[in-house]
């Protein structure tokens, strides 16, 4: 399966979704910025940005995020984290959120965080799975997604990405019930858990109740310590600014 390119579609499609929805530009054209860590994986021959290259691919994967993200498109968090940038932009704020953690906690690690921005392509792919993993199921967390939205979103990520395995295995994510223990299990690192959590914040509404109960349930499966989840979430409040 290539979870990765399915999924950096997805994260890149909505920081444009959600930057139009506002009326900022995303840069020259209406593509995604360049600069900075908007621009880590875009345009370079072979990097993840350019799997964004088909005809109607933007547009394709912009449909299916906005049916992720339901009636959420305009939330303070999401719209704003998003806009930081693709797949690479995850890891870059966890990598952050750990490395002020640990200054809190007066520790140096023996080894830097092995997130995202810093694995072999191997490693990304497991990443990712278990990010896509946590992204479907934060947005069935309202309760929005009902049998109909499932198709429609079926249909989009088809049209992404027809390869049966993928397919089967996203069809399976979606019809599941919601349970944070089954989506913190897919987390085999503690890297991965924060990835994963992050992710998560920029489908949840927190002040919707059902949504910020399902966050701190995974938080808490996902065994991150209170201090660095208050990171992490640090991290994406700060990216909105």
């Known amino acids: 399966m290539n979870t990765r390119g399915l999924l950096d579609q997805l994260l890149r499609s909505g920081q444009e979704l959600l930057q139009n929805q506002a009326g900022t530009p995303s840069g020259e054209g209406g593509k995604a910025p360049q600069g900075g860590l908007g621009g880590l994986l875009g345009g370079k021959p072979g990097g993840l940005g350019g799997l964004l290259g ?8 912009a449909g299916a995020m906005g049916l992720l993200l339901g009636n959420k498109k305009a939330r303070k968090f999401g719209g704003k984290a998003l806009a930081y940038g693709g797949l690479a932009a995850l890891g870059v704020l ?7 953690w ?18 072999p392509a191997q490693q990304v792919e497991q990443h990712s799975q278990a990010i ?3 992204l479907v ?6 309760g ?15 049209k992404l990405d027809n390869d049966p395995q993928l397919q089967h295995w996203l069809h ?10 089954d989506v913190a299990r897919a987390a085999s690192t503690p890297e991965m858990a924060a990835e994963m959590y992050l992710a998560s914040l920029m489908l949840v509404d927190e002040q919707h109740f059902m949504e910020k109960a399902y966050l ?6 996902l065994q991150l310590p209170l201090g660095l989840k208050a990171e992490l979430e640090n991290q994406v409040r700060q990216s909105a600014g």
């Open 132 to 134: 896509l993993k946590a």
């Open 54 to 61: 088909g005809a109607g691919g933007g547009a394709l994967a």
């Open 137 to 142: 199921a934060a947005a069935k967390a309202d």
């Open 102 to 119: 640990q200054a809190q906690q007066g520790t140096a690690p023996d080894t830097a965080p092995q997130t995202l921005d810093r694995l």
């Open 94 to 100: 966890a990598y952050k959120a750990y490395g002020n």
């Open 144 to 158: 929005h997604v009902d049998e109909r939205e499932r198709a429609l979103i079926e249909d989009q990520l088809r």
């Open 172 to 181: 399976g994510e979606l019809h599941k019930p919601l349970d944070p223990a």
């Open 216 to 221: 701190d349930e995974l938080a808490r499966h």
